[in-house]
T-cell receptor, first 111, second 111 residues
Framework: AQRVTQPEKLLSVFKGAPVELKCNYS??????LFWYVQYSRQRLQLLLR??SRESIKGFTADLNKGETSFHLKKPFAQEEDSAMYYC?????????????FGRGTQLTVWP | EAQVTQNPRYLITVTGKKLTVTCSQN?????MSWYRQDPGLGLRQIYY???????DKGDVPEGYKVSRKEKRNFPLILESPSPNQTSLYFC??????????FGSGTRLTVV
């Protein structure tokens, strides 16, 4: 079974502080990991996928297979980063249609 | 513009009255999916489709039906809605090589 765990429901930091949103997964196959962001009253948007190794809006995430983690990090948080963040896992094998989400972390960046 | 379009955006209905939420994508994506989003539970997959006439249950399929007669459309049908189906619903599509692209959401209230 695939499982994605985001241990923090809420996370608050001050502007300019570093931020790390945790994501752990449980999967025996070859997963593909994503981070999605949902700003207030908007649709989910793809923020990062692990295989592209991009940095989007200053965010990065590294897949750590040993720790089965895919934490999202940003060195200097901005107020506009306040949003709900979801970690998601997809099986690139037989179930390409399935994308499993964690329960999300609500990030608030205070001025 | 590449997008996933859901209609309606808001819907209030009464228990037992059949309804359909439409979803259409213009990206020629093979994969389409429906999710419901509830506070504290994140996004849970209702049904997904890997191609025309190929659909499968997600994690919470009870009380829902879907069909995929054409590649671009993937309607969600509630034959007899109940109050526990009050939720925010998202349709999404994917080429299978990237993460999903999400629609704007449909906020359904069943009274």
């Amino acid at each position: 079974a695939q499982r994605v765990t985001q241990p923090e429901k809420l996370l608050s930091v001050f502007k300019g502080a570093p931020v790390e949103l945790k994501c752990n997964y449980s999967y025996s196959g070859s997963p593909e990991l994503f981070w999605y962001v949902q700003y207030s009253r908007q649709r989910l948007q793809l923020l990062l996928r692990h295989i592209s190794r991009e940095s989007i809006k200053g965010f990065t995430a590294d897949l750590n297979k040993g720790e089965t983690s895919f934490h999202l990090k940003k060195p200097f948080a901005q107020e506009e980063d306040s949003a709900m963040y979801y970690c998601a896992l997809s099986d690139r094998g037989s179930t390409l249609g399935r994308l499993y989400f964690g329960r999300g972390t609500q990030l608030t960046v205070w001025p | 513009e590449a997008q996933v379009t859901q209609n309606p955006r808001y819907l209030i209905t009464v228990t037992g009255k059949k309804l359909t939420v439409t979803c259409s994508q213009n990206m020629n994506h093979e994969y389409m999916s429906w999710y419901r989003q509830d506070p504290g539970l994140g996004l849970r997959q209702i049904y997904y489709s890997m191609n025309v006439e190929v659909t499968d249950k997600g994690d919470v399929p009870e009380g829902y039906k879907v069909s995929r007669k054409e590649k671009r459309n993937f309607p969600l049908i509630l034959e007899s809605p109940s109050p526990n189906q009050t939720s925010l619903y998202f349709c999404a599509s994917s080429s299978g090589f990237d993460g999903y692209t999400f629609g704007s959401g449909t906020r359904l209230t069943v009274v």
